[in-house]
């Protein structure tokens, strides 16, 4: 079956930090990969994604490159700041249905 | 941009009460998606719904119901409202395999 493992938390960094969380998978199949991103009390927004091999994603700073032979997609930044104090989320969704599976959360906390 | 829109961002319940939570998204979406969010237990699906009057169980669907009457619009129902479902509630929307936009939650008391 599919599913997402990710680090466990709470991470707590100083500013200018280097960060990176991990994640790894098990699909059936060929997977596209995601990063999301909660803040205090908000819903979860996409920070980003990669649909195959190899892609790497990137926004605001984070990437992460989807790599088959470990099956990992890890999220790293070089410099994290307080604002980027948040939950992240790994997740994965199959290629042939509709769900989305998600890691149980990573949370950061980023002092000044 | 895409928006997902919940009808409250805090709701306080007594047990039995029959609730109901409403979710619209704008970007013409075929699928839409209801989750709980636990600490410790990350997110877990309670209903999806790939179509108009279409619905699929997701992994905890005991206690719940849905409504899909119109494509924008998702509704989950709590027939009657219990402690243990005291959470976070989270609406999604998406494109068939695409990635999933969500609104801003709904945190559920149930006294």
């Known amino acids: 079956g599919n599913s997402v493992t990710q680090m466990e938390g709470p991470v707590t960094l100083s500013e200018e930090a280097f960060l990176t969380i991990n994640c790894t998978y098990t699909?059936?199949?060929?997977?596209?990969l995601f990063w999301y991103v909660q803040y205090p009390g908000e819903g979860l927004q996409l920070l980003l994604k990669?649909?195959?091999?190899?892609d790497k994603g990137s926004n605001k700073g984070f990437e992460a490159t989807y790599r088959k032979e470990t099956t990992s997609f890890h999220l790293e930044k070089g410099s994290v700041q307080v604002s980027d104090s948040a939950v992240y989320f790994c997740?994965?969704?199959?290629?042939?249905?509709?769900?989305?599976?998600f890691g149980t959360g990573t949370s950061l906390t980023v002092i000044p | 941009d895409v928006k997902v829109t919940q009808s409250s961002r805090y709701l306080v319940k007594r047990t039995g009460e029959k609730v109901f939570l409403e979710c619209v998204q704008d970007?013409?979406?075929?699928?839409m998606f209801w989750y709980r969010q636990d600490p410790g237990l990350g997110l877990r699906l309670i209903y999806f719904s790939y179509d108009v009057k279409m619905k699929e169980k997701g992994d905890i669907p005991e206690g719940y119901s849905v409504s899909r009457e119109k494509k924008e619009r998702f509704s989950l129902i709590l027939e009657s409202a219990s402690t243990n479902q005291t959470s976070m509630y989270l609406c999604?929307?998406?494109?068939?395999?695409?990635?999933?936009?969500f609104g801003p939650g709904t945190r559920l008391t149930v006294t």
């Open positions: 990669a649909t195959k091999a190899d």
């Open positions: 997740a994965l969704s199959e290629n042939t249905g509709n769900q989305f599976y």
């Open positions: 999604a929307s998406s494109l068939l395999l695409r990635e999933q936009y």
């Open positions: 699909a059936t199949g060929y997977p596209s």
């Open positions: 970007m013409d979406h075929e699928n």
